[in-house]
Every structure is written in C-alpha cells, then in structure tokens.
C-alpha cells in the first residue's frame, strides 16, 4: 500500500483465477474508479494467474489491453513478464491476494493453497471460492490473525448477498439461534417459473440453461449441494460449529412436479428451497429441502434469482436480508466490497 500525496492511497492486487467473474472484477474496478477514489482508494492490478500461469507488472496491468488480449485468445505471455505464484509471493509487492478459482467441495484446491500460502506472506485475502471455507475456515482464520491481515468471505454464500457479513457484523454480541436461508438462486428461479408459466421442472431447468442462469451441470444446484454448502459455511463461521457436509441431510428440486406447484399456489402457498441450522441443546442441526410456505415467510417474496437469509438471535430478534442481484457482476461486485470495507477499518476475523 502506497500513500499518494495527502487524498488516496494506492493498492495492489494480484487476481488468481480470471473466469467471467475474474473478468467481471477487473472491469469493474475500471468502472468504478472514479467512485473509488472519493473513497481515497486507488487501485492496481500487478498480477494475474490464469490456469496457464501468471504475469506481472510492478507498475499496473493495463486492464483494458488484458481483457482485449484475453476475450480475442491472444497470449498474453508475450506482453508482460511471466511469473508464477510463489515468485509473485516473494517480491511482497501485493496487499491483497483475489482468489477466484472454481470450488472444489473435496479438496478445497488449489484455491486452499494459494489462500494458506498468501496470508502465511501477511497479505490480505478476500475469496470467492467456496471449497477453502468450507473444509478449512478455523485453519486460515486463525494464520490470517497470527499474520496481522484480513480474510473476506462475503462472496462464498451468496454473492451480493451479505450474509455472512451481516452475521458478523450486524449480530456482533448476540448469540445466533438459528441460520435460515434461501441461498440458490438457480433453483428459486426454476421454481418461479414453474409457478408463472405452468411448466415442467425439466422445462424450467432448460431455460435457466438457456438464459446461462443454471450451468450445463446443474447438479450442486438443483441437487441442494450449493445451498448445503453456504449454510455449512454460515454455521461454522457465525457458530463456530466444525460441522462438514456428513453432518448435513440434503434433499433438491429434481422431484418436484407441475402438480405440486399449482396445488400449493391454489391454497396460497409456495415453493422454496429452504437450508436451515439449529441451534438447540448444545448441538446443531443441519438441512436443506424443499418447504412450502404461506404468505406469513419473509421466504414467500424471495422470487426469481433473488435469495434470502434469516438470522434468529437471544438479543437482537429476527433479522432478515434479502435481494441482491445473482450474475457475474454482482460477484464481483462482493469481492470488492470485501477490499473497500477492510481499508475502511472493518475486521472479518
């Protein structure tokens, strides 16, 4: 972190994984320089590691050329020098580590390693990537206080959504009785389809593939295992609970039918893809399944890609967050949130 004159301060990111949401962040820290600054934050991109390798430039990766070279498969090799992750680590010119590889809900890798190795270097991390948190979360906590730096999570249960966040922050000295969520926009969007346009479950999926809301792979989605695996995360961060997905019972949507749809709407009710932890007699219990509910559940209005999580505490009541747009963009938008929160002051950890 350098100090320019007396108004910004300039950053240095080094960004690991550049998939559409990689890409994402770095236009939108284009975008939004000019709001940064009002912020006294400048930022600069030093490093970037595709599954290729990485390349540096201790003065700024031109964003604008790299994602030119990168949408029309130029190699980027030839335009900057080649670097991989440990020499990146070794010149100690970064002061936050982007991690944005695909989850791995088995290892956590490599995602795991490149988060351990960064914050051991005593350099700040925020990450969108699911697999370390859940399998790890204690370790890479406690490294990122022996190190004096910051881990951010915000991203890995529900993007824009700041679920975590607000448990941390928001119900800071009350005890959480119980996490509630609808977590998966993927799946609340099918449903909400189903509901509106009276159609099949294998209908609804194949449009939410068609408009590149759900992968060609849904599985971790439709299946509950995306749900199952940001509630995991909630509970052990916010219950400091050890709880793994053995611990956690899992039912999807992919038995859902047309027939139950329209009956639950013709007595009012609805659909939704519920995970829910509580918290009763010393011990935590974990489930993620299909729950129909009234008009009554804060859930009921949770439509289309929207999610939505509930907090009940012993001080503080209910406290319930919903909305947040669920695209790359808003990803990145998360992860970003993530960095201008820790320069204001805000500890995760």
């Given amino acids: 972190m350098i100090l320019l004159g007396r108004d910004y301060i300039l950053i240095k990111l080094a960004i690991v994984g550049i998939g559409g949401v990689g890409r994402a962040f770095l236009k939108l ?8 600054k009002k912020e006294g934050l400048e930022f600069i991109v030093t490093f970037i590691m595709n599954s290729k390798g990485g390349v540096f430039n201790k003065d700024g990766i ?3 050329d790299y994602l030119k070279l990168s949408k029309h498969c130029i190699d980027i090799d030839d335009y900057y020098e080649k670097m991989d992750f440990n020499e990146m680590l070794q010149r100690k010119n970064i002061d936050f580590l982007i991690e944005i590889t695909p989850t791995n809900k088995e290892t956590g890798e490599p995602g795991l390693t490149y988060i351990r190795k960064a914050l051991e270097h005593g350099i ?41 966040n607000g448990g941390i922050i928001d119900l800071a000295g009350s005890d959480i009785l119980s996490i509630e969520g609808v977590l998966n926009g993927t799946t609340n ?32 989605d439709v299946e509950g295992w995306d749900t199952a695996i940001k509630l995991l995360i909630l509970t052990n961060v916010l219950l400091g609970s050890d709880k793994t997905l053995d611990d956690v019972s899992i039912k ?16 009012g009710m609805k659909y939704k893809l519920i995970g829910k932890a509580l918290k009763e007699n010393n011990d935590i219990t974990i489930d993620v399944g299909l729950k129909r509910i009234g008009k009554d559940d804060p859930f009921f209005f949770v439509d289309g890609k929207n999610k939505a999580v509930r907090y009940q505490s012993d001080t ?17 938008a998360s992860i ?14």
């Fill in 124 to 164: 700040n991390v925020v990450t969108s990537n699911k697999g370390p948190i859940l399998l790890a979360y204690k370790t890479l906590r406690q490294i990122a206080r022996d190190n004096g730096v910051q881990l951010g999570i915000g991203c890995t249960t529900g993007g824009a959504l700041p679920a975590i």
């Fill in 336 to 349: 970003l949130r993530d960095i201008v929160n820790v320069k204001r002051g805000y500890r995760f950890i």
């Fill in 29 to 36: 820290l284009n975008d939004k320089k000019i709001s940064l």
């Fill in 189 to 220: 969007y099918i449903i909400n389809e189903m509901e509106k346009k009276d159609i099949t479950y294998e209908q609804a999926l194949l449009k939410a593939q068609k408009a590149g809301i759900a992968e060609t792979d849904s599985y971790l």
């Fill in 62 to 64: 031109d964003i604008d």
């Fill in 252 to 267: 999807g949507i992919t038995h859902i039918t047309s027939k139950d749809i329209q009956n639950a709407l013709s007595k």
């Fill in 316 to 332: 503080l009541g209910d406290l319930v967050i919903m909305g947040g747009q669920s695209d790359v963009v808003a990803a990145a």
